[in-house]
């Protein structure tokens, strides 16, 4: 009886795969790469022909926390324990497997070798780095790994040094991702024989009763990024923005043309500047230091993000200002050194595409400074005076308030 209840079920399962994989492997690769990893991972559990084509697609990206256990529907808990990494050490490294070769992307996400929830805010989550260790034999023999991001850096590669040695010994990443580094870190870049394209990092911010600082890194001691001169196109730096001024103040990345900056009260774009002279696109989520000059080496500037005015000197197509309050509502020294500030950047910068959060005053001063503007996304304006809270503008308000004050900004369109 039961082998008659599940023919049918079984009997249209098989005819629907067979006629999936009557497709070429062009159009199946397609398919799988629309689908969820862990649904290719199923598929591959199917046949045989499924197996060949859905496990390189399952395992192109790993992450851990293992997705599909971090789903409020999962039968199992994503917290980490021995036996998940030591099982997944057994599978990729298998006899006569080739899935090392498949790995493309490694991914040790916050929770990752989290084995207690903290409990709202009350007591903090408890993490065993040392569970990393058996990845150190995945890592050394995926010699087709092309990205590697990982959170907690510093604390895991203390624990597991092996894993330090396994990464430096990758001869083909790409792009590099490590969040909450230091020392041990940064010892780690230097050593790779990988050039990667991108490095992301996120400097560990260290406080007492007196000061904060990101990094224990020392002048002279401690390099940053020097062996990537020649391959280093994008730098993401989150804190740590002296560690150009301090461990490199005379070293060049002359490919690099991407660099975003947050976490950090002042950086020194002079420095910056020096040391990233062919940028084409810049993202500052910081102050500039107090102390800086006009910075004239960014000759080449495509798209510029900035919190505050920057004192640019050249050219710059698309700028996005992320400020607002021009008006002559709050008579402060700070704010007049805003509005200059804004001024000077908008003369200097002269963009053809101008995204801004704006009020009436803004596109006076916008007039004034920048005739050069073709295009003008008004991404928001103060709820009401006074306030810091935003709204979105649909482009019929945007327009509307451009209308009304014709006389002042007749040369900028809307967009």
């Known amino acids: 009886m039961l082998s008659l209840s599940f023919a049918p079920p079984l009997q249209a399962g098989h005819i629907m795969v067979t006629g999936l994989f009557a497709l070429n492997d062009d159009v199946l690769n397609i398919v799988l790469s629309l689908i969820d990893p862990y649904d290719a991972f199923r598929l591959s559990l199917t046949c045989r022909n499924a197996q060949r084509i859905a496990v390189?697609?399952?395992l192109e990206t790993v992450a851990f926390p293992l997705p599909w256990l971090c789903s409020p529907h999962a039968k199992r808990s994503p917290l980490a324990y021995p036996e998940?990494?030591?099982?997944?050490?057994?599978?990729?490294?298998?006899q006569g497997s080739r899935r090392l070769q498949y790995l493309k992307s490694l991914i040790l996400a916050e929770d990752a070798f989290c084995i207690q929830h903290g409990s709202q805010h009350l007591e903090p989550p408890r993490y065993t780095f040392t569970l990393a260790a058996p990845l150190a034999d995945?890592?050394?023999?995926?010699?087709?790994?092309?990205?590697?991001?990982?959170?907690?850096s510093d604390a895991i590669f203390d624990a597991v040094p092996q894993l330090v040695d396994a990464i430096a010994s990758l001869p083909q990443l790409r792009e590099v991702c490590f969040y909450d580094a230091d020392l041990s870190t940064l010892e780690l870049l230097s050593r790779m024989h990988s050039r990667p394209r991108k490095v992301e990092l996120r400097i560990i911010e260290y406080s007492n009763?007196?000061?904060?600082?990101?990094?224990q890194y020392v002048r002279g001691g401690t390099r940053f990024l020097s062996?990537?001169?020649?391959?280093?196109?994008?730098l993401n730096l989150s804190g740590g923005l002296d560690a150009i001024e301090e461990l490199e103040p005379d070293t060049v990345w002359p490919a690099m043309r991407e660099l975003r900056l947050a976490r950090g009260p002042f950086v020194d774009l002079q420095a910056m500047s020096r040391a990233f002279p062919n940028l084409r696109r810049l993202h500052v989520e910081c102050l500039p230091a107090v102390d800086t000059?006009?910075?004239g080496e960014w000759r080449y500037l495509d798209f510029v993000f900035t919190i505050h005015p920057l004192p640019l000197q050249h050219p710059v197509r698309h700028l996005k200002m992320n400020?607002?309050?021009l008006g002559p509502y709050v008579p402060t020294p700070q704010h007049q050194a805003l509005v200059d500030g804004t001024s000077f950047m908008?003369?200097?910068?002269?963009?053809?595409?101008?995204?801004c959060s704006a009020c009436k005053s803004t596109y006076s001063c916008i007039a004034r400074n920048a005739v050069s503007v073709r295009f003008l996304r008004i991404t928001g304006v103060p709820a009401r005076r006074h306030s810091d809270q935003e709204q979105n503008l649909t482009d019929e308000a945007a327009a509307a308030l451009l209308v009304s004050e014709t006389a002042i900004y007749s040369d900028c369109r809307a967009c």
Not at 227 to 234: K, Q
């Open 56 to 58: 390189p697609h399952f």
């Open 84 to 94: 998940l990494f030591e099982g997944f050490r057994a599978y990729m490294c298998g």
């Open 138 to 152: 995945v890592i050394r023999g995926a010699v087709e790994l092309r990205t590697i991001s990982i959170d907690h």
């Open 209 to 215: 009763s007196l000061e904060t600082w990101w990094g």
């Open 227 to 234: 062996n990537f001169t020649d391959s280093l196109e994008v």
């Open 293 to 295: 000059t006009i910075v």
């Open 323 to 325: 400020w607002f309050s």
């Open 346 to 355: 908008l003369r200097n910068t002269q963009p053809l595409v101008l995204e």
